[in-house]
């Protein structure tokens, strides 16, 4: 047998084969039972053209094979179950299991949204409830838990801030101001909402700049969006001086939940001003997501914008029933079925419950802890482009190592060789071969530590073998890619041809 050829090679090389790699004419996986009636003749049924002359090229292989090629898939994938995942803006914390034993359970999992009311009361329950929790942790007057992720959660605040202008017929408001450090969700939600983006710049700070943001404001102001701490992991200290600036304007105050988890239980939006902040629940408050879901961004606003809320929502009856309520006159309207990722809602909820005032207040001021802990252990080996305190997550620039031929790219890369996600990487804009790290609060001094450390070490290769660097990874299954040959012309379809068989 050649051993450099075919599946025995991949297997060498520690790699899984393809399933289409393991695939032996005739083998299955599933087993049926003999057909009880006459097999029917499909020219009678399918019109000859569209029947297929050829057996489909699919794989075929035993419910062994099978098991094990989905088994070997899994353990490549990297999450918060598996290691550190310092992904800045993205608070990839543990999700405790006891949320998912709550979201399971039959009378939760078995439900289907279209029961009448009086048979899904639990259901309608937990949805009010959350309401009410997530009023009191934003300090907002109403809640919807219909928006589906953080930037449809964005996009419903500002059809609700745009129908609140228009409804007072002001339909000049056109302009929605974002800063230069905002996620870049931020200017893409105001402009599917039909506003135009202006930037507000940061100052030396890395704050928002007081004097442009007074030169940007006027009667075309619909709102400013803004998260705080921002996204540079900074307060913004004179947030009640933007609230009057903006509110003397006209506009409104738009909060992006992104970066709650430094703040819960010590300070809210509502009373810093805002006038509707989007939450993420698949973030903060421990619902799972990665891989493109499954997310929740409930949206919280002030009274006065509440009857713009989208429908239908959830309310309590003065028999303490509940109910869907569907007439909601000045509504912008459905913008999820039924009512949201019920799942996550169940997650969050158990979070909530489970956590209390206290636990969620302790959960921030560790999440801060932590932060700032790393951030002064690498501050003498990386650029540390705002010298003040951070507040849950924080940037540093690899600029440094880039005078050495190593850019922060090639760093995040090295990570992986050691078993690390890398942290978020040139986000913010503003800053320099920028990463953002955000540790969370449920990692411990240790996992902090080796992290840092092995960061710190990476830096030293870049001044003492920068090619170890500059060639990673090294450990994975897959090398360094041609990243623009990937994005030019991505080979997006498996090819039979492609396999080497094994003589």
């Known amino acids: ?286 619902g799972p997501h990665g891989g493109g879901g499954p997310g929740s961004g409930p949206i919280g606003v002030k009274s006065e914008l509440a009857k713009y809320l989208p429908k239908p929502i959830v309310v309590k009856n003065e028999d303490d029933s509940y109910k869907v309520e569907h007439d909601v006159p000045k509504s912008i309207g459905r913008v999820k079925p039924f009512f949201g990722n019920f799942g996550i809602f169940l997650r969050a909820y158990t979070y909530i419950r489970t956590m209390g005032p206290d636990g969620l207040k302790e959960v921030s001021e560790i999440a801060v802890l932590n932060a700032n802990y790393m951030m002064r252990r690498l501050e003498g080996t990386f650029e540390l482009p705002y010298k003040q305190h951070c507040k849950h997550e924080f940037v540093i620039s690899g600029s440094r190592q880039k005078k050495m031929g190593v850019r922060t790219l090639d760093m995040a890369k090295r990570l992986l060789d050691f078993g690390y996600h890398p942290p978020t990487i040139y986000f913010p804009l503003n800053v320099e071969e920028c990463m953002m790290i955000e540790p969370t609060e449920t990692e411990s001094k240790e996992t902090l530590d080796g992290f840092v450390d092995t960061l710190i070490g990476i830096s030293k290769e870049a001044e003492e073998d920068p090619d170890i660097v500059l060639e990673a990874p090294h450990t994975t299954v897959v090398g360094r890619l041609d990243e623009t040959q990937a994005a030019r012309k991505p080979v997006l379809r498996f090819q039979r041809d492609d396999i080497v068989e094994e003589k």
């Not at 964005?154 to 800063?179: Q, S, Y």
């Not at 400013?224 to 996204?231: A, C, D, E, R, S």
Request: proline share 4%.
């Open 1 to 286: 047998m050649d051993l450099s050829k075919g599946w025995v090679n991949t297997m060498l090389k520690g790699s899984s084969p393809l399933i289409f790699e393991r695939s032996i004419e005739d083998r299955f996986a599933y087993s049926l039972p003999d057909l009880e009636v006459e097999k029917a003749d499909i020219s009678t049924i399918i019109d000859d053209k569209f029947v297929r002359k050829t057996k489909a090229e699919l794989p075929e292989i035993s419910e062994l094979d099978l098991m094990r090629h989905y088994t070997e898939l899994s353990n490549k994938n990297y999450g918060v179950d598996s290691g550190f995942y310092p992904l800045g803006s993205c608070t990839m914390k543990y999700n405790p299991k006891i949320n998912e034993k709550v979201a399971r359970m039959p009378g939760f999992a078995l439900s289907h949204p279209l029961q009448s009311d009086k048979t899904i009361q639990g259901s309608l329950e937990i949805v009010y409830d959350m309401q009410e929790h997530l009023k009191e942790i934003t300090g907002m007057d109403e809640i919807t838990l219909q928006p589906a992720a953080g930037a449809q959660g964005e996009w419903t605040a500002l059809m609700m801030i745009k129908a609140f202008h228009e409804d007072n017929g002001d339909f000049n408001r056109t302009k929605v101001i974002v800063p230069d450090s905002a996620h870049g969700t931020n200017p893409a939600s105001a402009v599917v909402a039909g506003f135009e983006a202006v930037t507000v710049k940061s100052n030396d700070k890395g704050l928002v700049d007081i004097e442009h943001l007074k030169s940007l404001v006027g009667d075309d102001t619909a709102a400013i969006m803004l998260t705080n701490p921002n996204t540079l992991g900074l307060f913004e200290e004179d947030i009640l001086e933007m609230r009057d600036i903006v509110h003397e304007a006209g506009g409104k105050l738009y909060y992006d939940g992104a970066n709650l988890n430094a703040i819960m239980a010590k300070v809210r939006p509502g009373d810093m001003g805002f006038d509707a902040v989007h939450l993420n629940l698949h973030k903060t408050f421990t």
